[in-house]
């Protein structure tokens, strides 16, 4: 077997995309690679000749001693938000879409959106980052979640309570702890049928389920191609995240194994895994995907009650898949368990946190002010 050797890049060209007005200048301070937190040097502004409504701003360092930390500025007095980039081991290049003025995402409500595989319509509410107005260049991520009218306002939630998700990813994005990402809060219309993938009769909520499957079609082959068409996702946008709690936690993790080529990152907090005389558990010890790259599965509950030993199982098991068959290759899990928490959405917003910074993190970036976290 032929052993390839890495090459160590020993020069990295920086490439800054940010849409500048005419008489505007960039310059990069940074450590390493002959940078100077002190005083700016000048980037050379590039432009493709195919395309030159979109130039960028350029810079080549020595990154043969080691990383370069650096920061991009604005005429060498604005610093753009967030903390220090630091260039890959294994790359001749780096691209960044900073952003300096923004500080709060924006959320969209799109109503009475029709799904022809469910043959229903409902609400998405979207939060589009910090950097989504300013820096135009940019393209992001896609992360689903379920319950998505708990997630960002009191209005139309559960009790009046909701998870903050857009003040807790300002706050994250600020600190550079995770991607920019697009958040996608859909709203149910029938929480029991498409959230869970088998049909059975609950004591609690009756006859209820089955129709987990066509919903995961409705996000993949319809809000999907939408979101592609109205905003500035990843494109393609082959792989996505999808994210829930309780019923909703439970889906997820349907979606996770169920779809392994297209969903990727999976956040399921507070599952209800013993629906249908414990399906989830035959899911997963039935599980033998192999995933592109690397994926990023987080698992959650409350303490003393909320699932605390039923997750505890499903958490063994996923080590022991992860030990004994190298289960999802290169596979980055967490489980947090929330001390004296509850089954409610106050629980799940203190705990988001911790679990968007697992399924979100930006390796590109030195994250700070991660200290209550």
């Known amino acids: 077997v032929a052993v390839v050797k890495m090459t160590k890049p020993e020069r990295c060209i920086l490439r800054v995309y940010y849409p500048t007005s005419f008489g505007t200048q960039v310059s990069i301070r940074g450590s390493g690679g002959a940078l100077s937190w002190d005083k700016g040097t000048p980037a050379t502004y590039r432009t493709d000749q195919a395309d030159s409504s979109h130039g960028w701003w350029e810079l080549e360092v020595d990154v043969s001693g080691s990383r370069v930390e650096f920061k991009p500025l604005l005429n060498d007095d604005v610093w753009c938000k967030g903390s220090n980039y630091i260039t890959p081991t294994d790359k001749s290049s780096f691209d960044v879409y900073p952003f300096f003025f923004s500080e709060q995402g924006t959320i969209d409500h799109v109503h009475d959106y029709y799904s022809h595989i469910l043959n229903n319509a409902r609400t998405i509410n979207i939060y589009l980052p910090p950097s989504y107005n300013e820096n135009t260049y940019k393209r992001y991520p896609v992360l689903f979640m379920n319950d998505g009218h708990n997630l960002f306002e009191s209005a139309g939630s559960y009790n009046g309570t909701h998870w903050h998700i857009a003040d807790t990813m300002n706050w994250l994005c600020s600190c550079s702890a995770i991607q920019e990402t697009i958040i996608v809060g859909v709203v149910p219309v029938s929480r029991v049928n498409e959230y869970l993938p088998t049909q059975m009769t609950h004591h609690m909520f009756g006859t209820g389920g089955g129709d987990a499957h066509k919903y995961f079609q409705f996000l993949l082959d319809e809000l999907r191609p939408y979101l592609v068409d109205t905003y500035r996702t990843h494109r393609p946008l082959d792989h996505v995240g999808i ?104 629980a799940w917003a203190k705990r988001s946190p911790r679990a968007l910074i697992h399924l979100l993190h930006d390796y590109n970036r030195v994250p700070w002010g991660m200290d209550d976290v």
Request: proline share 4%; aromatic share 14%; hydrophobic share 35%.
């Open 243 to 346: 994210a829930g709690s309780s019923f909703g936690g439970a889906c997820a993790l349907y979606g996770f194994l169920a779809f392994p080529d297209n969903f990727t990152v999976c956040g399921a907090y507070s599952p209800s895994l013993l629906w249908d005389g414990r399906l989830f558990f035959r899911l997963v010890h039935d599980d033998h995907h192999v995933r592109p790259g690397s994926a990023r599965l987080y698992i959650d509950n409350g303490h003393p009650g909320d699932g605390f030993t039923t997750v505890g199982e499903m958490n063994e098991l996923i080590w022991r898949k992860i030990h004994d068959e190298a289960w999802l290759g290169n596979l980055q899990y967490l489980r947090q368990t929330g001390w004296n928490q509850n089954h409610n959405e106050d």
